[in-house]
C-alpha cells in the first residue's frame, strides 16, 4: 500500500470540440510509478449569470466523451460517453433535471460526476504517463441548442497510489460502447468488440437511456427520466436483446425475445455484472425493440480489462 | 500405646498422628488482577448487544457521557462493529434547522472508565483531537447527506468500522462531546455502539484511531471576499500521534455549509456543494516523508467526491509522520452567496495490537 496521489485537470469545451489535458499534470511527481484506482469525471455547464447553477446532474456524462491511453495502452479505441465507462452510484429519478434552469443555492449538491472504479489497479509505470482526451460531440448538443453556445467545464480527477514495486505487467481496462444515433436499432461489429489481439476479461455490461422531455423544461435531460422508457411505464417502452459472440442469446425468454431495458440493467445500478473471458475479434450483437430517437437513446457498453507488459 | 491384645489397634499418642490423618488441603491459586465490571449482566458469545449514551450540551460547551452508558457490562468481549451518532435539538425555536455532525465533535477513549484515578494511564485514544462527528467516515448516502432544505431536525449517520473494535469485560468507550458553536440552541448528542459478544479476546487486534484537521471557518464568504483565504495544517494535524505505525484507511473530507437567516439555520455536511467542493482548492498536499499526494491545485471535491468524500486509499504512516495539506478559497465575484463554510478533514485508521 503506497501513498495516495490525485492527478487533475480540466478544460473547457464548446460544441463539436475535442482536447487534451495537460499532460503534466497526469503524471505524479517526480515521474513515480502508481496504480490508477479510479477516475473521476466531473463536468458543470457554466453560465454567465452563476457559472456554476446549471444542470448539476450527472446527465452531462451523456454529452462528454473520453479516450484514456496509458502509455501505448488504449483504454478504449475509440471515444467513449462518460457514461458508457461506469454505472451511476446513485440513480434516482432526480436525474432527470433541467439543464437551463437555475437552482436555488441549498439545492446545488455536487452530484454532476460520474465515478469510475477500475476492474482492476492499473499500474502505470513512471515512463508512461495518461494522455486523456476529452470531447463533445454535436449529436448531443443540436439538441439542445441552448447549450451549445455555452462552454462545458470537464474535469478529469485520477485517484491512486504510489507503487512500491514495479510490477511488469499492467491491468488496462477497456470499453467498447453501442450507442446509436436516432433510427439505428442494431449494433454493428465494430461495437462492443473486443478489437485488441489479446483477451479481455468482462466486468460487466451497463445500460443506460439518455432522454430528454420538454415537459421539464427546455433541454431537460436524463438517465431515462420519469417516462419509463426502459420498460416499466406504458408509453414506447425500450426493450432489447444481446447475443453473445457464438450467437447464444444472453436475453430474452423464450430465446430471441426481446427484455424490458430495465430488467436487464435495473434502475439501481443500470448494470449488469458477470464474468466472461472475450477472445479477439469477437463481440456481442444487440438490438433494440423500439427504434431510438434524437431525444431517447440507450446506451450498452461492456467494461472489461486486459494485462499489458509495460 | 500398644494393645498386647490387639497389636493392630496398636496407636500412637503423639499428637503428629491427628495431623498425618487430617487430608492435605491445596490452596487455589492466586487470582489474576482483573476485577470483575462492576456491572456484570448476562450475556453469552454471539449475543448482539447495543449500548446507547448521550448528553445535550448547550452552545460551546463540552461534556463526557455517562461512565456506564459505553461500559461492556457482561463477562465476555464485546466486538463493535458499528458506530452510530445521532443530533436533535430540544428547542422549539429551531424545529425548522437541517444541521450536520460538524455542530458536535467527540473525543473517544478506549479503558476502564468508570475505575478511579489510578486507571487513567490505561486508556487508549482513538481521536488525535475532538473530531467533528461527520468526519468519522465516510458518506453513506450522498441524497441523505448533501444538503435538502426542508423540515429535517437533526442528523445522524453510521460509521461501519473496517476492522472491528474489542472492547474487553469490565473496561469501555470513554465519549466526550462538545458543541461547536456553530449552532444557537443546545443539542442533544447521542451514541450508539453496536456489536456482539465474543468468547476471547483476539491475540491481534486493532483499535480505530481518528486524526482531524480543522482549520478555522470562513466566515462570510460573500462576494467580494479576497482576504484569508489560506489555511495550512500543522504537523499536529492529520498526523499519527500513536507512537506505532497506523494503518490508514481513508481520509474524510468535507465542508459544512452554514447559512442563519429569520426564518431558518441552515447547517449542512457538503451542501451548496457544487460552489463549495469547487471553490474550495487542495493547492497542496504532500506526506511529510516528502511524497506528493496532490502536485497540482485542484478541487476540494475532486480529492474528496460528494459519493464518499473520502479520499479511499490505504496506506501505513509511521509514527510521528503527517501530511501537510494547504487549502485556499478561490475568488468569489459574481457570486451571490453569502455564507460560512468549515472544511474538515480526518485520518481514519487502525492501530496493531498483539500478535506478531
Known sequence: MGMPVVLSDSILLTSGQANNLNAAKMQPASRRAFFVREFLFIITAPSAANPFDQGNYHSFGAFIRAQIKMGPHALMTEPQPIWALAPPRHWVGGSFRSLTGAFVAAQRAWTSFDRWVLPKPMFVPGNAGLDILLSRGTDIDTNFPGLVSSNFEARVAVIGEYADKIMPVSDVPFVSSFFPEAGRMYSNDRELKNTLDRDIELQRFIGRIFNNDATFGFGAVGDEGVNSWGGSGTTAQQTIKIQDPQNYYVTGVPYGGFAPFNNVFPWNGRTWTFKKLLQPGQNFHAALGVAPTVSTRPLVSLVGSRKERV | ?356
Open chain 2, 1 to 356: 500405646m500398644k494393645n498386647l491384645i490387639w497389636p493392630s489397634l496398636t496407636t500412637r499418642a503423639s499428637p503428629d498422628t491427628t495431623r498425618a490423618a487430617a487430608p492435605r488441603v491445596r490452596l487455589p491459586p492466586t487470582p489474576k488482577p482483573i476485577p470483575p465490571p462492576r456491572v456484570a449482566l448476562p450475556g453469552q458469545p454471539g449475543q448482539p448487544v447495543t449500548l446507547v449514551g448521550g448528553v445535550t450540551l448547550n452552545p460551546g460547551d463540552s461534556s463526557e457521557v455517562n461512565t456506564d452508558a459505553f461500559l461492556n457490562p457482561t463477562h465476555f468481549p464485546l466486538e463493535v462493529r458499528e458506530l452510530k451518532w445521532g443530533l436533535a435539538t430540544p428547542s422549539a425555536v429551531y424545529t425548522g434547522s437541517l444541521f450536520s455532525g460538524f455542530t458536535v465533535d467527540a473525543t473517544l477513549r478506549l479503558g476502564p472508565v468508570g475505575r478511579d484515578a489510578a486507571g487513567v494511564d490505561q486508556f487508549e485514544a482513538l481521536t488525535a483531537a475532538p473530531v467533528p462527528l461527520t468526519l468519522l467516515g465516510r458518506c453513506v448516502d450522498p441524497g441523505l447527506e448533501s444538503v435538502v432544505q426542508t423540515q429535517i431536525v437533526g442528523a445522524g449517520s453510521v460509521v461501519t468500522l473496517d476492522e472491528p473494535l474489542y472492547i474487553p469485560p469490565g473496561q469501555g468507550l470513554s465519549a466526550r462531546f462538545g458543541h461547536r458553536n456553530l449552532f444557537a440552541a443546545p443539542i442533544t448528542a447521542t451514541l450508539a455502539v453496536s456489536g456482539k459478544l465474543v468468547d476471547k479476546m483476539p491475540a491481534k487486534r486493532a483499535v480505530p484511531y481518528w486524526a482531524p484537521f480543522l482549520p478555522p471557518a470562513y466566515s462570510q464568504v460573500g462576494s467580494g471576499n479576497t482576504t484569508d483565504l489560506v489555511r495550512v495544517s500543522t504537523e499536529r494535524d492529520l498526523a499519527n500521534l500513536t507512537g506505532g505505525p497506523l494503518r490508514v484507511r481513508r481520509i474524510t473530507g468535507r465542508i459544512g455549509v452554514y447559512t442563519a437567516s429569520a426564518l431558518y439555520t441552515l447547517l449542512s455536511d457538503n451542501g451548496d456543494g457544487t460552489f463549495f467542493a469547487k471553490l474550495l482548492q487542495i493547492t497542496s498536499m504532500r506526506a511529510s516523508n516528502g511524497c506528493v499526494i496532490v502536485k497540482d491545485a485542484m478541487p476540494f471535491g475532486a480529492v474528496f467526491p460528494a459519493w464518499t468524500l473520502a479520499l479511499e486509499s490505504p496506506f501505513v504512516m509511521q509514527p510521528k509522520s503527517y501530511i501537510n495539506v494547504a487549502l485556499k478559497l478561490t475568488a468569489m465575484a459574481g457570486t451571490n452567496v453569502v455564507n460560512q463554510i468549515q472544511p474538515g478533514m480526518c485520518l481514519c485508521g487502525y492501530r496493531d495490537f498483539g500478535g506478531k
